[in-house]
């Protein structure tokens, strides 16, 4: 299993210029908060290697699935020339029917036209732990195909759900990192999903 984004860490560490683009959808948007996950990364990133020339762009849309993605990667991703791309699909696939091969094979396409037009770093990102028992076995079936394709591809793959299982089990009360809906995060959740992606960089 791959665990880092090599070239972008290499180039991070040297001081050079880095543009990530983060596609997914309102997890990676930051539904109803000032400050979402891609906004604590990019500070992380930052205050880790000294380098404001790391910039992360913002390409999350709510409510869109990974077919959706694989539809808008070429302006929204591809055409801006990155350096690493974050990839964050997963539950609105799972509730909205669509089969688990399904969104493998989009999530594998995007996979394959980030690889074929740019010279990027790729990163899988699961989405997060669910309460719901029910809800929670549907979602792991996505991220298990991410954690498929991490392996297929040698790509390295943040386990953001794993990541808050383990502090809910460790005490962090559940509601307190969720909004209304118990699947949104709220700030501390997407600081934690923020902590999730820097365990790979």
């Known amino acids: 299993m791959i ?4 070239k972008t860490v290499e180039a991070m560490k040297n001081g050079s210029p880095v543009r990530i683009v ?5 997890l990676t948007q930051g539904w109803l908060v000032p400050k979402g996950y891609v906004d604590f990364v990019e500070e992380m990133l930052r205050d880790k290697y000294a380098n404001p020339g790391i910039s ?3 390409r999350g849309i709510p409510g869109d699935t990974a077919e959706g ?9 591809t055409d801006l020339d990155p350096d690493c791309v974050f990839i964050q699909f997963a539950l609105n696939d ?9 969104y493998q094979n989009y999530v594998q396409g995007m996979i394959d036209a980030i690889r074929n037009d740019t010279e990027a770093d790729i990163v899988l990102i699961t989405s997060v732990f669910l309460d719901n028992e029910r809800e929670y076995e549907q979602a792991m079936k ?9 392996e297929k591809n040698c790509i390295p793959v943040a386990k953001v759900h794993s990541y808050w299982e383990k502090k809910v089990q460790g005490g962090t009360e559940f509601r307190s990192l969720v909004q209304w809906d118990l699947v949104h995060p709220r ?8 902590e999730a992606v820097m365990e790979l960089f």
Request: hydrophobic fraction near 55%; charge should be negative.
């Open 22 to 26: 983060a596609i997914g959808d309102s």
């Open 142 to 150: 996505f991220y298990s195909a991410l954690e498929f394709l991490a």
């Open 94 to 102: 799972a509730f909205m029917g669509v089969p688990v091969q399904v």
């Open 56 to 58: 992360i762009i913002n």
């Open 3 to 6: 665990t880092a984004p090599a």
């Open 187 to 194: 700030v501390e959740g997407y600081r934690l999903m923020a």
């Open 69 to 77: 993605g694989l539809l808008r990667l070429r302006h929204d991703v």
